[in-house]
């Protein structure tokens, strides 16, 4: 795909601990990589939240811990330096629960609370569950993948057009 300044750049952050989510980012990156959208994958400790890369879109990645993004991911987004505008989507690892627990968990809600105080504006989210602490993902994993790549991509179209 190309944009006004050359080819379209997504960088997506994960804070995976037991691989589910870096095995999401993966697939995300194939299946954008078939559509002709780079993908960089890189892990939260990797990278200086003041010193972002340039993209045409971000993608942060938590598991759930507590009801919660991990520690460290809440730190990153605390501390990321991105102009007001900027698009980002979101993808979580988490796992199923019931009811009463769904009502606390407050994954997604608070990286996007984290991420408009930036100004910075959510295209999608979604997110992929695991059937234990340490994984499997559930079976129709890669569908959840696809469904938020194309969402993402509309959202790239979008801006391009
Ligand atoms: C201490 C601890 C607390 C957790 N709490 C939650 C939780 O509140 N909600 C949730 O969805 N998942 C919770 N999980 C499970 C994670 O969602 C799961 O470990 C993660 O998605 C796996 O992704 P990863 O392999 O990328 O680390 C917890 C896991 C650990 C180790």
Redesign the pocket.
């Known amino acids: 795909m190309e944009g006004a300044g050359g080819t379209t750049k997504i960088e997506y952050f994960h804070a995976?601990?037991?691989?589910?989510?870096?095995q999401v980012a993966e697939e995300f990156q194939k299946q954008m990589a078939a559509r002709g959208v780079a993908v960089t994958v890189r892990p939260i400790r990797d990278v200086r939240p003041r010193e972002m890369p340039p993209a045409d879109l971000y993608v942060f990645s938590s598991?759930?811990?507590?009801?919660k993004p991990t520690w460290g991911m809440r730190r990153f987004l605390k501390k990321v330096k991105l102009p007001a505008g900027t698009r980002y989507a979101l993808l979580t690892?988490?796992?199923p629960?019931p009811e009463e627990r769904r009502e606390w968990?407050r994954?997604i809600p608070i990286m996007n609370q984290m991420l408009q105080e930036k100004g910075l504006v959510k295209v999608a989210e979604s997110e992929v569950l695991?059937t234990a602490?340490?994984?499997p993902l559930q079976e129709d994993w890669q569908k959840k993948v696809q469904a938020f790549a194309s969402q993402v991509l509309m959202s790239l179209d979008s801006q391009l057009r």
Do not use: C, D, F, H
């Open positions: 995976s601990k037991y691989g589910n989510g870096a598991p759930g811990r507590l009801g690892t988490e796992m629960t968990q994954v695991v602490i340490k994984g």
